[in-house]
Every structure is written in structure tokens, then in C-alpha cells.
């Protein structure tokens, strides 16, 4: 079984909407941990987006990456470039690390309809990197 690690600044947002799709795609193939270089708790906006695709994410907590330490990562998924610019270092010799900078959904202000399509554009980003990265990663 692979060990993945989804990277993030706070493991509120981004990182726990990975961190719910590679969960629910991966089938058994990897077990999926997320963290942040901080941690700033679940965001309610990813949490109600992630159910209006059917995945509940309400049990994740938001962790720090050095909680995960002496874990043999397969491989790092970093979801935002101030989480690559800024993450400690993780020593992982075989990890293969993958970074994609995500459009985030929690920085954007307004009426509640302008910050949904904002959580609906990050999601579905989200879901075609996650569904991607499986395909091609762990179902070879």
C-alpha cells in the first residue's frame, strides 16, 4: 500500500478536498494522510462543497506536517506554491513529489453565491487532478 501526503499552508481547504477525493478514488491502493506547514481547522466552505459531491470530510482534523514524521512516503502532493516555498523538509527518498497550485476559494469575498462558485471551481479542479493522479499513478 502507497502513502500519500497532500500538502497545504493550513489543512483547512484545498489539501482536505484531496486529501477526500484521493480517499474516495484510491480504492484500497494508498493510504492518504493531509497536513499543513500551519493549521487552521476545517473550512466550512470545503466541507459543504465536498457533500454536495457526496463526500463527507467532516471527520478529518486539520494536522501538522511534522506529525507525520518517520512515514515512508510514496509520494507529496503539494496544493498550493506557498506550501512548496515554505514546507519544511520532509525526508522521503523515494517519495515522488507532484505540485499543482490550486485556485483558492477561501481568499474570495462577497454574497454567498459568488463564494460557492468560487468552493465549486476549487472542487472541481480539485476532482479532475485527483481523478487524474490515480489513473495514472496508482492503476498502472
Known amino acids: 500500500m502507497k502513502n500519500i501526503l497532500v500538502l497545504c499552508t ?3 481547504c484545498r489539501s482536505q478536498m484531496a486529501h477526500g477525493y484521493l480517499e474516495s478514488y484510491q480504492k484500497d491502493l494508498a493510504k492518504i494522510y ?4 500551519e493549521t487552521h ?13 457526496g ?5 478529518h482534523t486539520s494536522n501538522h506536517v511534522d506529525e507525520y514524521q518517520g512515514i515512508p512516503w510514496d509520494y507529496i502532493i503539494t496544493v498550493c506554491d506557498h506550501a512548496k516555498e ?7 527518498d523515494k517519495a515522488e513529489r507532484i505540485h499543482h ?3 483558492d476559494p477561501s481568499k474570495v469575498e462577497g454574497t454567498e453565491a459568488v463564494k460557492h462558485t468560487a468552493f465549486l471551481k476549487a472542487r472541481n ?3 479532475e487532478f485527483c481523478e487524474t493522479f490515480i489513473k495514472e499513478e496508482l492503476v498502472n
Open 34 to 37: 493531509s497536513a499543513g506547514i
Open 55 to 59: 463526500i463527507d470530510i467532516t471527520h
Open 10 to 12: 493550513g489543512n483547512s
Open 86 to 92: 515554505n514546507c519544511p523538509f520532509i525526508p522521503a
Open 125 to 127: 479542479e480539485i476532482k
Open 41 to 53: 481547522g476545517l473550512n466550512p466552505g470545503a466541507v459543504a462543497i465536498m457533500k454536495e459531491d
Open 101 to 103: 497550485n490550486f485556485f
